[in-house]
């Protein structure tokens, strides 16, 4: 059993994914013109709704069942398979990671298909820095047996641009787990969404600054709590001065 498990969330956590779903979107309007890229929108939403995660392939797949007459659409899936992605990692992203191995092993948990998704994190290199400790599910929050069976600890830090899946794992992990917000990206940055749900335990404003903190003063929730109180309360004390 390892003392520490940092588990790292993928999309607008540690990659840009808000950056390439704006170039996929592009690309799309490139190839298919404005009304065709629409209708894939259309198709990858409601898989979405079918799935319960991103299907970018699924939805192209079906896109192409629907227009089977045109032939460039194999421009598309090399576009996304072909992408760069490595030119999306937030500033940092990979340091981080190395950072937080220093005090326990650090895993990739992400959600989204099983083989675009990791397509994605392969040759972002995010894959190599994990050294190939990869999970993907369709719901993060219902893999947490296979986690605490695969990757035993006696305290896990999960890092997550998403506030309803840090609430669900909190749930489950209680005092076991900190929880670290990352607001970075479109989800992160819905206030409305985000008020919903209970604080993580630790509010950043993008991944860099993981690289403040210490692996064992993560481990510690109140402690952190407490700590972010007292800093909102300096920040208030400054401003009424």
Known sequence: MDKIVFLFDVDNTLLDSDRIIADLRSHLEKELGHVRQQRYWTLFEELRQEC??????????????????????????????????????????????????????????????????????????????????????????????????????????????????????????AETVTTVFSRQGHIACNDEEVGRYPSPDLRIDNIQDLLAHDGIALTDPPSLRANAKQTTKWANDEFAA
């Open 52 to 173: 319960r995660h991103a299907d970018y392939l699924g939805a192209l797949q079906r896109y192409c069942d629907e227009c089977a007459e045109q032939p460039h659409l194999i421009q598309v899936s090399a576009f996304l398979m072909d992408y760069p992605f490595e030119s999306r990692l937030y500033p940092d992203a990979l340091r981080v990671v190395s950072h937080c191995a220093q005090w326990g092993q650090v895993a990739i948990l992400s959600d989204g298909d099983a083989v675009f998704q990791y397509r994605k994190i392969q040759r972002s290199g995010l894959a190599a820095a994990v050294e190939g400790r990869v999970m993907i599910f369709a719901r993060k929050e219902r893999g947490l047996k296979f986690i605490s069976e695969h990757y035993p600890a006696q305290h896990y830090v999960v890092v997550n641009d998403n506030v309803r899946i840090l609430s669900a794992i909190k749930k489950q992990w």
